[in-house]
């Protein structure tokens, strides 16, 4: 079954760092996308990045990256220079072809607070 | 822009109740989800609908049915609203090209059953 490990319920991080928000996750099927979401205190889940399973290089939007190793099945969020903006819940997401091509499966998720 | 709309932002409704969520979505998407989002549980699906009057079932559909009369509109339904129903509700679309295809999401509903 797929499943998505998200193993740090809360991060900190001081505004203009980096931060690395951890994601593993497992499938069996060789196709497969894995996602980045953000929620702020809103409400509303906002798309940040996509990788898929047959990308070469590491996914990049902005100041975001995706960490993709493959091997390890870790697909890790980098943030480049945290702003304040960046207080959110991150939610790191997996949809493989067992699930149709439909699901998305979703990790529990990371609050992470930017301070001064 | 992809928009998704969802009916209301809060609501508060009393047990036994037949509870109603509306999602509408802008964009010609084929596909629509509805999920639930507890603290410390992530996201779940509740249902899925790939295209009107289509629907299947997730990982959670107890307690719950589904409506897609038009192709932009997509309803979640509460037959009798229970306490343990009380959770944030998301909608998502997408259009249906396989695992790269991103969902998009409304700003969600918080339900209070009381």
């Known amino acids: 079954a797929q499943k998505i490990t998200q193993t740090q319920p809360g991060m900190f991080v001081q505004e203009k760092e980096a931060v690395t928000l951890d994601c593993t996750y497992d499938?069996?099927?060789?196709?497969?996308?894995l996602f980045w979401y953000k929620q702020p205190s809103s409400g509303e889940m906002i798309f940040l990045i996509y990788?898929?399973?047959?990308?070469?290089q590491n996914a990049t939007e902005g100041r975001y990256s995706l960490n993709f190793q493959k091997a390890r099945k870790s697909a890790n969020l980098v943030i480049s220079a945290s702003q304040l903006g960046d207080s959110a819940m991150y939610f790191c997401?997996?949809?493989?072809?067992?699930?149709?091509?439909?699901?998305?499966?979703f990790g529990t998720g990371t609050q992470l607070k930017v301070e001064l | 822009d992809v928009k998704v709309t969802q009916s209301s932002r809060y609501l508060v409704k009393r047990t036994g109740e037949k509870v109603f969520l509306e999602c509408v979505q802008d964009?010609?998407?084929?596909?629509m989800f509805w999920y639930r989002q507890d603290p410390g549980l992530g996201l779940r699906l509740i249902y899925f609908?790939?295209?009107?009057?289509?629907?299947e079932k997730g990982d959670i559909p107890e307690g719950y049915s589904v409506s897609r009369e038009k192709k932009e509109r997509f309803s979640l339904i509460l037959e009798s609203a229970s306490t343990n129903q009380t959770s944030m509700y998301l909608c998502?679309?997408?259009?249906?090209?396989?695992?790269?295809?991103?969902?998009?999401f409304g700003p969600g509903t918080r339900l209070l059953v009381l």
């Open positions: 997401a997996m949809r493989d072809v067992t699930g149709g091509g439909n699901k998305l499966t």
């Open positions: 964009m010609d998407h084929e596909n």
């Open positions: 499938t069996s099927d060789p196709s497969y996308g």
């Open positions: 609908s790939y295209d009107v009057k289509m629907k």
């Open positions: 990788q898929g399973s047959y990308d070469q």
């Open positions: 998502a679309s997408s259009i249906p090209t396989g695992v790269g295809s991103t969902q998009y």
